[in-house]
């Protein structure tokens, strides 16, 4: 339980049932592959059901409470009354993009939102998750096998996975759109090498030795094909 004041945008659409409350910056559907912060929302607009339809919003209307639940799921979806949204949220406050940006909103990285963002940094969670709890001897040391007895939280209520990070991205915005870009690019680049291992480990075994051996034939073949031209371009010279 936690003791946080959060500010919440109460949405409800023609289905009756169809009420969602999140925060402002949380990431809504307003169509398959396509999310927007709940802040830039507005009466009439549409968003995705879990039917794969989609509805109007009727009435929107903001509320402020005390505690705030952030489930993390392996899709980086959740269905809450029918209604789907992302399980990520956009890390500037009042930010109406659901681009990543760089110096306060001025600058975005075009195709990268902040949902497929989590997905990318989640990746080392999920497979902590989906292969390490599901080896017996893990399963031997804890009462159960699911990602629960790895959770911590802050005082706030907020996951120790995303404490950190969060953090970390926020001292990234306060540097200039040099800086700042070329960290979160690398950053992006390290994270997808755990995003590819994650691919792989999900795949067929014979599919992963068809990929791996793929790779290394490329990677020889373009030494062997270096190495005859540099010998070409020596007997050139000499």
Known sequence: TTTTTTTTTTTTTQNENGVLELTPNHLLFTAPGKTVPASALSVGDDVLLASGKLESITSIRTVTKQGIYAPYTPSGTI????????????????????????????????????????????????????????TSRWNNNNNNNNCASLETYNSEGMSHWVEGPSRAYQWVLQQNVVVGGILLIGIVGLWAVFVILEWMLL????????????????????????????????????
């Open 79 to 134: 269905i809450t009354n029918g209604i789907v949204s992302s399980s990520f949220a956009t890390i500037e406050t009042d930010s109406k993009s659901s681009y990543v940006s760089l110096n306060k909103g001025q600058y975005t990285l075009p195709l990268l939102t902040y949902h497929r963002l989590g997905l990318i940094y989640e990746s080392p969670h999920r497979m902590l998750c989906r292969h390490l709890t599901t």
């Open 203 to 238: 795949l067929h075994p014979i599919t992963i030795i068809i990929t791996v051996g793929g790779a290394l034939w490329l990677f020889f073949f373009w030494r062997r094909q270096t190495y005859y031209y540099c010998r070409i371009q020596n007997k050139t010279a000499a």
